[in-house]
């Protein structure tokens, strides 16, 4: 096995070893064949350019990365390949500082012009009696944004509840996924009905909705698994019009679960176009499903405290009597609106005194 590095060092060896063997066709041709077997075969994209910046040989890796023909990488300049431009500089820098640049990562650009991640090994060869360089690219797309983004999960986590996290995450979702449509929803009463809590279309939030689960790819993963669909998902379900109106192609979807281990929710992300990477779109939903199904459980616990609340205030306002709470160190922390008819106070002048502290000063010591 070969890494990064060692893909760029073994093909300038033979370029090396081709230069110093002119003294017998055999052994040329032999070194020939073996450089253009490992060449072409190689695991990570290979890419050669002159001083000037034109790419002068590629490989089928590096054709399969790119999305771009053989025939269209060689009309390409070296600065093409970045996503920004200013990258490649850097790089022509730290290769007359130090000879060479090894695992330096940095976004390149596909043929469809979207950035993706890529560890870049380069060094200095001798190719065809001149100099050139020599780049070993490996797709690190998936890693980075895997990295990426569970930094900002974390962060959501860390700082976000309730609505703000709900509208975060889909965001967040959207844009580690690459996706069209992201989205989290609970399950309605009767079980048979999502509501969703935020949905991202574009990357933007959009109203929320309510839809039956019927016939719908959804239903396959509410209380179930993880369940996805490549490409073809509304044709595959051909009742559920949603998907057709909004030109759904790639379906990924997690259930949620609450601590009783009872289904709660959805977490969804959908393509107008295939799904490039479906492994990682279903871990990714995987890892945050389990913070987003906390979340709304405490969104339910905080509402249900809020109702209970609300219900001892207006108990307590229909009270005639007096009703208030100490803490621990008989300090009032809830007085009623009936203790200004009682004792002529306002609940607010007493929160943080004692009942101490109503007495006469010889009947409190």
Same mark, same amino acid.
């Given at each position: 096995?070969? /890494?990064?590095?060692?893909?760029?060092?073994?093909? !300038?060896?033979?370029?090396?070893?081709?230069?110093? $063997?002119?003294?017998?066709?055999?052994?040329?041709?032999? /070194?020939?064949?073996?450089?253009?077997?490992?060449?072409? =075969?190689?695991?990570?994209?290979?890419?050669?350019?002159?001083?000037?910046?034109?790419?002068?040989?590629?490989?089928?890796?590096?054709?399969?990365?790119?999305?771009? &023909?053989?025939?269209?990488?060689?009309?390409?300049?070296?600065?093409?390949?970045?996503? *920004?431009?200013?990258?490649?500089?850097?790089?022509?820098?730290?290769?007359?500082?130090?000879?060479?640049?090894?695992?330096?990562?940095?976004?390149?650009?596909?043929?469809?012009?979207?950035?993706?991640?890529?560890?870049? &090994?380069?060094?200095?060869?001798?190719?065809?009696?001149?100099?050139?360089?020599?780049?070993?690219?490996?797709?690190? =797309?998936?890693?980075?944004?895997?990295?990426?983004?569970?930094?900002?999960?974390?962060?959501?986590?860390?700082?976000?509840?309730?609505?703000?996290?709900?509208?975060?995450?889909?965001?967040?979702?959207?844009?580690?996924?690459?996706?069209?449509?992201?989205?989290?929803?609970?399950?309605?009463?009767?079980?048979?009905?999502?509501?969703?809590?935020?949905?991202?279309?574009?990357?933007?939030?959009?109203?929320?909705?309510? *839809?039956?689960?019927?016939? &719908?790819?959804?239903?396959?993963?509410?209380?179930?698994?993880?369940?996805?669909?490549?490409?073809?998902?509304?044709?595959?379900?051909?009742?559920?019009?949603?998907?057709?109106?909004? !030109?759904?192609?790639? *379906?990924?979807?997690?259930?949620?679960? /609450?601590?009783? =281990?009872?289904?709660?929710?959805?977490?969804?992300?959908?393509?107008? &176009?295939?799904?490039? =990477?479906?492994?990682?779109?279903?871990?990714?939903?995987?890892?945050?499903?389990?913070?987003?199904?906390?979340?709304?459980?405490?969104?339910?616990?905080?509402?249900?405290?809020?109702?209970?609340?609300?219900?001892?205030?207006?108990?307590? @306002?229909?009270?005639?009597?007096?009703?208030?709470?100490?803490?621990?160190?008989?300090?009032?922390?809830?007085?009623?609106? $009936?203790?200004?008819?009682? @004792?002529?106070?306002?609940?607010?002048?007493?929160?943080?005194?004692?009942?101490?502290?109503?007495?006469?000063?010889?009947? $409190?010591?």
């Amino acid at each position: 096995k070969l /890494n990064d590095g060692d893909w760029v060092n073994k093909v !300038g060896e033979l370029e090396q070893a081709k230069k110093e $063997s002119q003294g017998s066709e055999k052994t040329i041709a032999k /070194n020939d064949r073996g450089y253009k077997n490992l060449f072409d =075969n190689a695991m990570v994209g290979i890419v050669i350019s002159n001083l000037e910046g034109r790419i002068i040989q590629t490989n089928k890796a590096m054709c399969e990365i790119s999305g771009y &023909t053989y025939e269209e990488v060689l009309k390409m300049k070296a600065e093409d390949v970045y996503l *920004y431009p200013e990258d490649r500089s850097k790089v022509i820098k730290k290769i007359i500082k130090y000879g060479f640049v090894k695992d330096y990562q940095v976004q390149l650009k596909n043929k469809k012009g979207k950035g993706y991640w890529a560890s870049f &090994t380069t060094k200095k060869i001798i190719h065809e009696g001149k100099e050139a360089f020599i780049s070993s690219i490996i797709d690190i =797309n998936i890693r980075k944004n895997y990295e990426e983004g569970l930094k900002e999960i974390a962060f959501e986590e860390l700082y976000q509840f309730g609505q703000q996290f709900f509208d975060a995450i889909v965001i967040k979702l959207y844009r580690v996924l690459n996706a069209d449509y992201t989205f989290i929803g609970e399950l309605t009463k009767n079980k048979k009905a999502v509501q969703t809590l935020s949905i991202c279309i574009d990357g933007k939030i959009a109203e929320n909705f309510t *839809y039956d689960l019927s016939d &719908t790819p959804c239903e396959n993963v509410v209380g179930q698994s993880v369940c996805s669909y490549p490409k073809d998902v509304a044709k595959l379900f051909s009742k559920d019009k949603l998907l057709y109106q909004m !030109g759904v192609e790639g *379906y990924v979807g997690v259930p949620l679960f /609450n601590k009783k =281990n009872d289904p709660a929710g959805i977490l969804v992300a959908l393509y107008r &176009t295939p799904v490039e =990477n479906i492994s990682f779109a279903e871990s990714f939903l995987q890892l945050v499903a389990t913070r987003a199904a906390v979340e709304i459980e405490r969104t339910h616990m905080e509402e249900v405290l809020r109702i209970s609340e609300n219900r001892f205030r207006d108990i307590s @306002l229909s009270l005639a009597d007096w009703i208030w709470e100490t803490d621990e160190d008989s300090k009032f922390t809830y007085i009623s609106q $009936s203790i200004k008819d009682a @004792l002529g106070y306002s609940p607010e002048e007493l929160i943080g005194k004692t009942p101490f502290d109503l007495m006469p000063e010889d009947e $409190s010591i």
